[in-house]
């Protein structure tokens, strides 16, 4: 029985992409570099930020570029136009956490892009015990030594947890570990045919749909 559900964030409890683009546009402008269509920026999207831009705007200082993307967090992130938890999203989380699931988040973004999603008061906080990232972490994503400490921390087997993720690595990295894996489409990007490398036990195009697969097994 699933008794760990852990979640990836961006594209899966947050659908960020968009915003992000536009920012980083806003950035290169102010750079004097060219602004990038959404379908580049696509593919690159899902990597660690200065990774995507040393690829979208190989011109750019990309540390420099990265420092100012980041210094747009705050206004992004009081506005609600990223890193925020759909109405419907709160409900699916309340419902599993009402069903008796423990609830946690692992992505791979640094301490520093997770700060004030764990702050007492945040509304992710509310919803799940604790959220792991790439500085609490020993592995991170791909690795699927990651899911180790997690584990441990839960008290339960890898087969008593699932991961809720929308790239292929992250089904890579759940199911070398024993994990069931739930693929996310919601955003749009990928496809069940990109995940056909890895089992994938159940797709899901809203995290609505996840709960009766996690209640069912």
């Known amino acids: ?7 990836d964030l961006d594209d899966t409890l947050f659908l960020n992409e968009r915003s992000l683009w536009e920012t ?5 402008m102010d750079l004097g570099l060219a602004p990038i269509p959404l379908e580049r920026h696509r593919l690159n999207w899902g990597k660690l ?3 995507r831009v040393a690829q979208n705007f190989p011109a750019a200082d990309a540390d420099l570029f990265t420092k100012k993307v980041l210094a ?3 206004e992004l992130i009081g506005s609600g136009d990223i890193d925020k938890v759909s109405d419907s999203d ?14 946690a988040v692992l992505t791979s973004r640094p301490a520093l892009q997770v700060g004030h999603l764990i702050e007492e008061n945040s509304q992710l906080k509310q919803l799940v015990e604790r959220v792991y990232h790439a500085d609490n972490l020993d592995h991170v994503k791909p690795d699927a030594k990651v899911f180790e400490r997690i584990l441990a921390d839960f008290g339960v087997t890898a087969g008593e947890a699932a991961y809720v993720g929308d790239l292929v690595s992250d089904a890579e990295c759940a199911k070398l570990a024993g994990l069931h894996f739930i693929a996310i489409l919601e955003n749009g990007l990928r496809t069940k045919e990109d995940f056909k490398s890895w089992q994938v036990d ?3 195009n809203t995290l609505a749909e996840i709960v009766d697969y996690v209640l069912s097994n």
């Open 1 to 7: 029985m699933i008794k760990l559900v852990l979640f």
């Open 24 to 28: 980083e546009n806003r950035i290169a």
């Open 49 to 51: 930020t200065i990774e």
């Open 72 to 74: 747009f967090y705050p």
């Open 90 to 103: 709160v409900k699916t989380l309340e419902i599993l956490k009402n069903s008796g699931k423990r609830l």
């Open 202 to 204: 159940f797709f899901a």
